[in-house]
C-alpha cells in the first residue's frame, strides 16, 4: 500500500487554483504528513483506515454499506450537488465522483486538517479540481457560505444533497458541528434564493417605477458616519414590545428610536414614536400597515426610508417624508456603489436597521421586541397586521426553541434565518454593543440579554443626546432631489444582437443531433452577453438562470429548446425595452 502517493500533486493544484483550503492547510505543522502517514493502515477487513487513538479504525466496525449506501442522487444528478461534512479517507468522496456526472457539483467540508491531508494522499483529484466539479473547503463559515451561493443553479433546478460522514463522530464533536453550521447556511441561502428567483422580476420592476421618485427623494450617502457616538433602540413587533413600551417612552430622549414600518400601528398604539422608520417589503401587503393606523397622521412627520423595491402604490400611501435605499440585488449592485449606500438589507428588517445603522457609525444597540419567537398564542405585539387571532403551531414550518427561562416557545424559519443574519452581523462587528431588551423570545447570541430595569439602572439609554442630534439632522439634510444619472439605451443594440444568434441557433436546431456541442456553445456565449452589462443584469436574472440551466443541465438538445429559447428572447427583449424607457430619459437634474 502507498501512502501519500498523491498528496504532492493534490497540494500543488490546490495552491494553483488559489483555494482558500490550500492556504488553511498552511498552518498545518511541517511533520503533518508523515504523523498522517503512522495513522493510515489496512484495517482487518481490508480498507484503506484511519486509525483512532485507541487503535481501532474508524471504518473497522462499520460496513462501508450501511455508512455510504444512499449517499448517491436519487433524482436529476446532473442539475443537482452533493455537500460531504467529513472527507475521511475518501470513500465517500469518491463513490460521489465516480457515479455522477460532470455537471454535478461536489463539495467537501472537513474540519481536520490531518484527516483532508489523508484524503488528499490516497486519490488523483486534480482533473476533478480543474473541471470545476470538486471544491474543498475549510472549516470557515464565511467561506462555506460564499461557496453555497455558487450553488444556485442546484438549488433551482436540482437538489442539494447534505452528507454528513457519522462515521468520524468517533473523532469528534466537531463533525457535528461543521454539519450544523453548513445546513444553516444551506437554509439561509435557500431561503435567500428562493425570494430571488421568485420575486426578483417584481423587486426591479418596482425600482424601475420608483427610478423617478428616488432621483427626487434624496440620498442616504451623506450619512455615512453621522451615528458615531448615538444609542440606537431598534423596535421590533414581538410580543414583548407591549411590556417595555412605557419604560421606553419615558427614557428614549438620547436615544435614535427606529422600527419598521409594519411595526407603526404597534406603535401608535402604544403611544410609542419612532424617530424614523423603514421598509424593505416588495409586496401589496404592506399597505396593511398603513390601514392599521388609526390616524394616518401619526406617521406624517416619521422620515420612512424606504428600499426602491417596494410597491409605489405603498409610498403613494404614506403620509411623511421618503428617502430611497438601494439595496444589493437590485439596479444599484454593480453601477451607483460610489455614489449611493448600496445595502446589502438581508430579508428581515431588524437586520436591516441594524446593517443601516452600523453603516452610518452606531456601535451602541439596543433590541426591543425582537423576540424572533413567541410563547402564547400571539406571535406579534397587538397592533401589528400578523397579530390577528392566535396563532396555531403548524409543526411543518415551525420549530420549537427554549427561551432564557428553560421555557418553550415557537418560532420559524423566517425568524431563525433572521436571528442567524444578525448574531452573524454581532459576530463581525466585535467593536459594537448589543443589549436585547428581553422579554421571554430566543435567545440572541452575541447580544447581552437584560431586563428593562437592568437597562435603565446601568444607562444604557443616556448620553448619546447630541449623538442622536446629529444623526437626525443629517437625516433631514439627505432629503431633496439629486442629479439622475444618464444612461445609453440599448435596445436597438441587443435586438440586433439577439436576432442574429437567433437565426444562428435556428440553422444548428435543423440537425440537432450533429450540432450538440455547436448549440450549447452559443448558448454559452448568449449567457455571457447577457452577464456583460452591470446595469440591465439584475433585471435579468431569471433568463440568465433559464439560460444557466439549459447550458448547464442539459444532457441532450432539441426542438423544444429552440422554442424555450424563442421565449427567452422575447422576454429579454421587452424587458430592455422596459428599462431603456424608464432609466434612459434625456440628461437632467432632478428638480
Known amino acids: 500500500m502507498e501512502i501519500n502517493k498523491y498528496l504532492e500533486a493534490n497540494l500543488a493544484c490546490l495552491s494553483r487554483m488559489g483555494a482558500p483550503v490550500f492556504k488553511w492547510l498552511g498552518s498545518v505543522p511541517p511533520g503533518a504528513p508523515e504523523a498522517v502517514r503512522e495513522r493510515i493502515f489496512l484495517n482487518s477487513v481490508g480498507l484503506i483506515d484511519w486509525r483512532m487513538d485507541n487503535g481501532v479504525g474508524v471504518l473497522e466496525q462499520v460496513p462501508l454499506r450501511a455508512v455510504y449506501g444512499d449517499w448517491l442522487p436519487k433524482e436529476k444528478p446532473e442539475s443537482s450537488a452533493t455537500i460531504i461534512v467529513g472527507s475521511g479517507v475518501g470513500y465517500g468522496v469518491n463513490l460521489v465522483l465516480g457515479n455522477t456526472p460532470n455537471s454535478h457539483k461536489l463539495m467537501v467540508v472537513e474540519p481536520r486538517p490531518e484527516i483532508l491531508l489523508a484524503c488528499l494522499g490516497q486519490t488523483d483529484f486534480t482533473p476533478f479540481l480543474e473541471a470545476g466539479k470538486l471544491h474543498f473547503l475549510p472549516p470557515d463559515q464565511e467561506i462555506i457560505a460564499e461557496a453555497v451561493k455558487h450553488l444556485d443553479v442546484a438549488f433551482i433546478f436540482g437538489q442539494i444533497y447534505l452528507r454528513p460522514d457519522y462515521t468520524l463522530r468517533q473523532l469528534g464533536p466537531e463533525y457535528d458541528l461543521w454539519s450544523r453550521i453548513t445546513r444553516e447556511k444551506l437554509e439561509n441561502f435557500s431561503v435567500e434564493l428562493a425570494t430571488l428567483r421568485l420575486k426578483q ?102 422620515p420612512l426610508i424606504y428600499s426602491t423595491k417596494m410597491q409605489p402604490g405603498v409610498l403613494d400611501l404614506y403620509p411623511g417624508p421618503t428617502i430611497p435605499l438601494w439595496t444589493m440585488g437590485g439596479l444599484a449592485t454593480f453601477v451607483m456603489r460610489d455614489a449611493e449606500l448600496v445595502l446589502d438589507a438581508g430579508g428581515n428588517v431588524g437586520v436591516t436597521l441594524a446593517r443601516f445603522l452600523t453603516w452610518a457609525g452606531v456601535r451602541r444597540f439596543l433590541l426591543a421586541g425582537q423576540d424572533f419567537a413567541w410563547k402564547g398564542e400571539f406571535s406579534h405585539a397587538k397592533g401589528h397586521h400578523a397579530a390577528h387571532g392566535a396563532y396555531r403551531f403548524d409543526p411543518a414550518k415551525d420549530v420549537t426553541l427554549s427561551n432564557l427561562y428553560g421555557e418553550q416557545i415557537y418560532s420559524h424559519m423566517g425568524f431563525i434565518a433572521a436571528k442567524r443574519d444578525l448574531e452573524a452581523d454581532i459576530k463581525t462587528c466585535p467593536d459594537a454593543a448589543y443589549y436585547n431588551i428581553y422579554g421571554g423570545g430566543a435567545v440572541i447570541e452575541g447580544a447581552e440579554n437584560l431586563a428593562i430595569a437592568a437597562v435603565l439602572e446601568r444607562g444604557l439609554l443616556i448620553g448619546g443626546a447630541s449623538a442622536r442630534g446629529r444623526f437626525l439632522d443629517a437625516l433631514e439634510r439627505a432629503r431633496g432631489p439629486r442629479m439622475r444619472p444618464v444612461y445609453q439605451a440599448r435596445g436597438n443594440s441587443w435586438a440586433s444582437s439577439m436576432r442574429n444568434v437567433q437565426k444562428k441557433l435556428e440553422k444548428f436546431f435543423k440537425k440537432p443531433e450533429r450540432y450538440q456541442a455547436e448549440i450549447r456553445a452559443t448558448l454559452a456565449q448568449v449567457q455571457f452577453f447577457l452577464k456583460q452589462d452591470p446595469l440591465y443584469l439584475p433585471y435579468l436574472y431569471n433568463e440568465i438562470m433559464d439560460l444557466t440551466g439549459m447550458v448547464q443541465t442539459r444532457i441532450k438538445f432539441g426542438s423544444k429548446d429552440m422554442v424555450e429559447f424563442r421565449q427567452l428572447v422575447r422576454r429579454i427583449n421587452g424587458k430592455i425595452k422596459e428599462m431603456d424607457t424608464c432609466l434612459c430619459a434625456p440628461a437632467q437634474a432632478a428638480a
Open 201 to 302: 422580476e417584481t423587486m426591479v420592476s418596482n425600482e424601475l417605477k420608483n427610478y423617478s421618485r428616488a432621483m427626487l427623494d434624496g440620498s442616504l450617502k451623506p450619512l455615512h458616519g453621522m451615528g458615531e457616538g448615538a444609542t440606537a433602540v431598534i423596535l421590533g413587533a414581538g410580543p414583548s414590545l407591549e411590556e417595555h413600551a412605557k419604560d421606553l417612552i419615558a427614557n428614549r430622549r438620547e436615544a435614535i428610536v427606529c422600527s419598521a414600518l409594519q411595526t407603526l400601528p404597534a406603535l401608535e398604539r402604544l403611544g410609542l414614536k419612532p424617530d424614523f422608520c423603514l421598509a424593505i417589503d416588495f409586496r401589496h401587503s404592506m399597505e396593511n400597515a398603513m390601514r392599521g393606523l388609526s390616524d394616518v397622521n401619526f406617521a406624517k412627520d416619521i
